[in-house]
């Protein structure tokens, strides 16, 4: 039976609520959404959305000891990790919680691929999300890079290599660019500022998209309308139970960061040594290592270019109006062919010992 209090703790909690929804309109989050955009295979983008905003904040915390110029940098991280106030614990986050985002990008990725939610009328957000992945990509490597550790300089001299092979398009990654003010300093700036502020913007509209088109139904509902069927249900969960869950995965993300950190702090190499290559990159950049080895820097350019250039070209090539798997048998095929080699060429580059490709550059 209600008591006198409950029933005034009540009244009281729906006026609160009454009152905050009235001025923020958080009510209007729980319009619906189809049942299955609560499975994990369709939370991957909103927990790569929540890795982002913990990089973010525990990347300005990072910012408060970081000190961007050759002489500094690698000593302020070990100042980090020694002395500032949660300093291991916090970059252990930052760290972990990259390496992670960049599995679950893939997996997103994937999923998009496997279920063919790229096609009309989602090219465009699939070709956002590329610009998401590039994004992604390039703020692991410029945080590599700030380490300013052997592997964060040896990353550096590949960045020169690319200016180089760029040409006149390579002008800002090139150390002439601004001789005044060291190339690490504009990474830096690309790291916090540039990176962040385009993945925003581009966050913001992969997000309006996806509220555009709403959550794409699973293939085979989609496939019976296509050959006449009843159209896929839109409703049975609310887009505020999403967020819920989302949230839910966030916070698990950020535990297991945490521990990880406690256990494992995120690695510091040595003081870089100007002439010398005895690094590998890390993982999620490994599948080039032996494309370096046998093709030379330029693949190091190019097969990216092509990687990047045949994924835009996906839902252009792939017109079926078809999304389940297997019927797209070809597809299926080449995406698990790619899967298989990236997978090879990583397994290969973990196992040669590290070659130099850029000693004459260093
Ligand atoms: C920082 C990286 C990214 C974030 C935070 C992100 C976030 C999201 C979120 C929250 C959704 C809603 C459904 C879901 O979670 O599956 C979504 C959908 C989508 N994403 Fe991403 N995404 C990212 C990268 C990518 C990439 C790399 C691609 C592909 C190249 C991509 C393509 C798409 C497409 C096509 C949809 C609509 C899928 C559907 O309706 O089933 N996204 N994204």
Redesign the pocket.
Known sequence: MATAGSVLRGAWGHRAWTAVDERLGLSGLAYPVPKH?NRIG?????I??FG?LIRFGTGIWLAQFYHPVPEAARQSIAYIIGDAPLGDVIRGVHYWTANVVMVT?LL??A??YW?G??KRP?EA??LI??G??AT?LGLLFTGTVLKWDQEGYEALGHNLEMANLLGVFGFWFSADFAVEFPILGRLYMAHVVILPTA?TLL?IG??LL?KR?G??ALPADADRAVDGGPAPATGGSSFAAHLVRMAGFGLILLGAALAISLVLSAPLGPRPVPGIEETKPPWMFLPLYPLEDWFGLAALLWAPVAGFAA?ALVPFGDRSPYRSPRRRPIWIALGMLVVSLLGALLVYAMLTVPQAHIRDAM
Do not use: D, Q
Request: no cysteine.
């Open positions: 955009a369709y939370i991957l983008g909103g790569t959305f982002m990008v997103h990725l999923r998009v279920t939610a790229y989602r957000n699939w999300g590329l998401l992945l992604t993945g966050l992969h997000f996806v088109h959550i794409s994924l």
